[in-house]
């Protein structure tokens, strides 16, 4: 008895508790990816913005240079 108790707790293990584990590592890491790759991504949006500026900024003093 205590033999195939030990056998079902094993096939247990293998086949319902370690795949649902995974999937929720998988799901969790996935998730924080998910959560990382919008913050740098906002960075990123930041950082062109502030480089957009500074290049219409330059654009608009060589068009003034140019008109004097």
């Known amino acids: 008895?205590?033999?195939m108790y030990k056998k079902i707790n094993k096939i247990y293990f293998k086949?319902?508790?370690?795949?649902v584990f995974l999937f929720f590592l998988i799901l969790t890491l996935f998730k924080?990816?998910?959560v990382f790759a919008s913050s740098s991504d906002l960075v990123e949006?930041?950082?062109?913005n502030k480089f957009k500026e500074i290049v219409?900024?330059?654009n608009?003093?060589?068009e003034?240079?140019?008109k004097q």
């Open 32 to 34: 924080y990816r998910l």
């Open 15 to 19: 086949k319902i508790f370690f795949p």
């Open 64 to 66: 003034k240079k140019k």
């Open 60 to 62: 608009k003093r060589k």
């Open 56 to 58: 219409l900024k330059l």
């Open 45 to 48: 949006t930041e950082k062109d």
């Open 1 to 3: 008895m205590n033999f």
